[in-house]
């Protein structure tokens, strides 16, 4: 299958920075790809780079197999949903919606059913005739998704779109953008920086930090199997706990961390030298006293901080050797009367849910 | 007291006997002189010291009395002009300084506010100056193949091009100061969002910018309008010996003593300044009316 968008070597530089450094990857048609990262990774320049928003780069774009070099914005098969949503302001929500169709010479009588359509679809029908600011954040936004999607792009572009909506209303959208991804069946690339809307939205996600993409991957794989300790630390929450490899066998790799002492972690891979142990705080269980399987990793340590979120409480463990570790516990009965600060408590996991990393 | 001194709170000034009376002397001072004004044109006397009883026979007067009538309309279409010039350089000035990078922008952009702060008596010596010299230069193509051009400068409202050049000159700053300050709130992510709809480069222009920039260009229009119908001093020092306005007109008509036509013609003024205004407040409210 030929992919929909092609990054080929894409580099950008600004003065005294190179927003986007070597960039290459493929993006395959109906697919929900995300760009995340941390601000000033680089990804909305990549975007905007897509768009036609931000020119002076260096590599090959191909949109749908035609390259986009010197394409202007106003002629690329892609549309933008903007972070401020870029409503116009003097225009009512149909005018808004219509607006594209009209400055490309749509004929008339296709330009109306095609903008109540469009406008059905994020259910904003009811206030066609409104002005912008009579409408709430979440409405704009649909507006502009409304605005982008009349224009039947190849690739619909969107650019943070949830970050200035409250908690509530972006969990929602979360959900009806996957929703409405999947049935009109178009290639959505979404921009942000909150890791919870990729992996709950994304059908694959490129991690991004200075400018590079760090790993692409699919939710689960990007969580359960990140590759290096960017990434890892980057999504979700992780313990990494320093190590030195001290041997290879058929049982894994054998070496001394901090903390544990000497363990034995299953790997499958070539490494020596300093590496970093990864274990996900929700794999830990915590207990009042030792553990007695033996061929779980456990150590014994202080509950030094107890945040709790109502259906979990994150607990941070001190351990000997100053290392610290953080374990996500389920508040139900198990747990009654244990989650006291400066009590001493066993920490235990298996061995396969280790993760070693080398970068 | 002591009781209503404290449940006063800092912003309960329409409370406060001291600051209703301090707001309603303010608001006699100001329009004190020009109720006055407006009241003895309807003075039935020709010193206009004492009210003798109501008439409208000074406007029929004023309207009789040719200079005046000629100064008017003069003053009108000086500034009519001036107002649709010094709006579209104005505008263009903005969007020039808005839009560009460009080496010496910070001193542009002083230089451009200088006919702001410049003393208007300085302009008005300035521009005599240099009208004097274009003058004598002019005169000497006389006999030649430019001749024509002196003819056709000779032709209502065409005489007016000096003074209506100069009004251009120190109005369109105004305009580009307040074009600029909205286009500073712009948002260019909605100019982006045009182009990535499929708009070029001009419809962005016309349908987002521009409709954007509205209420500042008919601020600034309004102002232009107003600058110049009301300019004494650098009208005084560019019209010609044949060309007059109202607000010149007027200064040696009161030399003479203060007619109550010289207040019928001022009425008639502050009627079409206000007239003006609103079309303007109305223009600008437009938008919202029409498809609200």
């Known amino acids: 299958m030929q992919p929909i968008v092609s990054i080929q070597n894409v580099t950008k530089r600004y003065p005294g920075v ?8 493929d993006i395959m048609p109906n697919e929900f790809f995300a760009l995340l990262g941390p601000s000033g990774c680089g990804k909305t320049t990549l975007l905007r780079m897509i768009a036609g928003l931000e020119t002076g780069g260096e590599g090959g774009i191909l949109i749908d197999g035609q390259n986009m070099a010197g394409v202007p914005a106003n002629r690329r098969p892609v549309n933008m949903v903007f972070q401020s949503y870029a409503v116009f302001p ?4 149909r005018d808004n919606v219509a607006y594209g169709l ?3 010479g749509t004929p008339s009588a296709e330009v109306g059913p095609r903008v109540e359509e469009a406008l059905e679809m994020v259910q904003m029908g009811a206030m066609a005739d409104r002005k912008p600011d009579q409408l709430s954040g979440g409405q704009r936004q649909r507006v502009a998704l409304a605005r ?6 190849k690739v619909l572009l969107l650019d943070e779109p949830l970050s200035a909506l409250d908690a509530k209303l972006r969990e929602h959208m979360q959900l009806e953008l996957a929703r409405l991804q999947q049935a009109i069946g178009i290639t959505f690339i979404i921009v942000t920086h909150d890791q919870d809307e990729a992996l709950s939205m994304a059908d694959r996600i490129a991690v991004m930090e200075k400018g590079q993409v760090r790993q692409i991957a699919g939710p689960e794989e990007l969580y359960e199997k990140p590759k290096s300790r960017f990434v890892a630390d980057f999504i979700g929450k992780i313990n990494l706990i320093d190590a030195e490899v001290s041997g290879a066998s058929k049982a894994g790799l054998a070496c001394a961390a901090k903390g544990l002492g000497k363990v034995t972690v299953p790997f499958d891979g070539k490494a020596s030298g300093k590496v970093s142990l990864a274990v996900r705080p929700e794999k830990l269980d915590l207990l009042a006293r030792a553990p007695a399987s033996k061929t779980n990793i456990s150590l014994k340590g202080e509950i030094r901080d107890v945040a709790y979120y109502g259906d979990v409480s994150n607990v941070f463990v001190t351990c000997a050797d100053g290392l610290e570790l953080q374990v996500n516990v389920q508040n139900d009965r198990a747990v009654d009367g244990l989650l006291e600060k400066g009590r001493a408590v066993w920490l235990s996991w298996h061995p396969e849910d280790t993760l070693v990393l080398t970068q | 007291m002591a009781r209503r001194n404290t449940s006063r709170g800092p912003l309960d000034y329409g409370k406060s006997p001291w600051l209703i009376g301090f707001g309603i002397l303010v608001f006699v001072l100001l329009y004190a002189p020009i109720v006055q004004l407006i009241a003895f044109s309807f003075n039935d006397s020709r010193r206009n010291i004492v009210w003798q009883g109501f008439t409208t026979k000074y406007y029929k007067v004023a309207w009789e009395n040719v200079a005046l009538v000629e100064a008017f309309t003069n003053s009108i ?5 001036c107002t649709i010039f010094a709006t579209i350089i104005g505008t263009a000035t903005a969007l020039w300084l808005w839009r560009f990078r460009f080496p010496f922008k910070a001193a542009a952009e002083g ?7 410049i003393p208007e008596i300085c302009m008005g010596i300035a521009v005599l100056v240099m009208y004097s010299r274009v003058g004598g230069w002019m005169r000497t193509f006389e006999s030649g193949p430019i001749h024509w051009w002196n003819e056709l400068f000779s032709i209502w409202p065409l005489n007016l ?3 209506t050049a100069a009004h251009i000159a120190f109005a369109f700053p105004f305009v580009a100061v307040v074009v600029r300050a909205r286009l500073a709130g712009f948002n260019r992510e909605l100019e982006e969002a045009s182009k990535d709809l499929g708009a070029s480069e001009w419809q962005t222009f016309v349908n987002v910018v521009l409709p954007f920039m509205k209420p500042g260009i008919i601020a600034g229009a309004l102002l232009a309008f107003t600058l110049s119908l009301d300019d004494f001093v650098i009208t005084f020092f560019t019209a010609g ?8 007109k007027v200064y040696s008509l009161v030399r003479r003593g203060v007619s109550p036509d010289i207040n019928a013609a001022s009425t008639v003024l502050i009627v079409i300044t206000l007239v003006a205004t609103v079309i303007a407040m109305r223009l600008q409210q437009q938008p919202d009316k029409s498809k609200g």
């Open chain 2, 111 to 117: 230089v451009m506010a200088l006919p702001i702060v």
């Open chain 2, 77 to 81: 279409a000086i500034a009519v002009m």
């Open chain 2, 241 to 248: 010996p044949e060309t007059n306005t109202f607000p010149v």
């Open chain 2, 161 to 163: 091009a000096a003074i």
């Open chain 1, 148 to 153: 982008a999607l009349v224009k039947r792009p």
């Open chain 1, 102 to 104: 009209k400055v490309t």
């Open chain 1, 90 to 93: 003097h225009m009512t929500v």
């Open chain 1, 18 to 25: 190179i927003a986007v450094d070597n960039v290459s990857f």
